[in-house]
């Protein structure tokens, strides 16, 4: 069983969406939480950061974890064009970063 | 802030040389920085964990005499692809991390190294 779980897509939506993007993990030993977005060719860029259960909301983005079913999500309201990137999931392993596979979204117009 | 840049951007090499990259945090000092690949449509892998001023820590799997890290101060590590082949082509990303920040790591934008 691999530590880290992420439907790689592709997944296509409308502009104007709601967008849910999802990982699995096995590993109880992880602490953090965190969504990164990749733009093609590019770095990771940090987009959410939780260490608990529950849900945290930064403007169009909400991050939910739930630590019992080792499940966490990423979900985007009002999807847009500029949200077309790979989304990471990452979790962090004593300072050491396990990615998911990264789900390939795109917003159409 | 927290800008971590990446020298060169693309390279292009012929097999059995040797490359190298940069890595810099621009406005802060890292103090820790790690190394990842990245294959088309496929997660970032962690290669090394580096500190300024000592041996890098290797992934199980990632040959440290193929790929030479140092980190000489707390704004710049270096990889070095040693006798580079096609199969090392991939796309390398660096990230640095600041003690005072927690556990966020700040990535660069990439270096894309093709092997001919």
């Known amino acids: 069983q691999k530590e880290v779980e992420q439907d790689p897509g592709p997944l296509s939506v409308p502009e104007g969406a709601i967008v849910s993007l999802n990982c699995t993990y096995s590993?109880?030993?992880?602490?953090?939480f965190m969504w990164y977005r990749q733009y093609s060719r590019k770095g990771p860029e940090l987009l959410m950061y939780t260490y608990s259960s529950g849900n945290k909301e930064d403007g169009r983005f909400t991050a939910q974890v739930d630590k019992s079913s080792k499940y966490i999500s990423l979900f985007i309201r009002d999807s847009q064009p500029s949200d077309s990137a790979t989304y990471l999931c990452?979790?962090?392993?004593?300072?050491?970063?396990?990615f998911g596979q990264g789900t390939e979204l795109s917003v159409k117009p | 802030g927290a800008v971590v840049s990446q020298h060169p951007s693309w390279v292009i090499c012929k097999s059995g040389t040797s490359v190298k990259i940069e890595c810099r945090s621009l406005?802060?000092?890292?103090?820790?920085m790690f190394w990842y690949r990245q294959f088309p449509k496929q997660s970032l892998m962690l290669m090394a964990t580096s500190n300024e001023g000592s041996k890098a820590t290797y992934e199980q799997g990632v040959e440290k005499d193929k790929f030479l890290i140092n980190h000489a101060s707390l704004t710049l590590s270096t990889l070095t692809v040693t006798s580079a082949h096609p199969e090392d082509s991939s796309f390398y990303i660096c990230?640095?991390?600041?003690?005072?920040?927690?556990?966020?790591?700040?990535f660069g934008p990439g270096t894309r190294l093709t092997v001919l």
């Open positions: 590993n109880s030993a992880f602490q953090y």
């Open positions: 990452a979790f962090d392993q004593g300072g050491k970063l396990i």
């Open positions: 990230s640095a991390s600041v003690t005072h920040r927690g556990n966020e790591q700040f």
């Open positions: 406005d802060f000092q890292a103090t820790t």
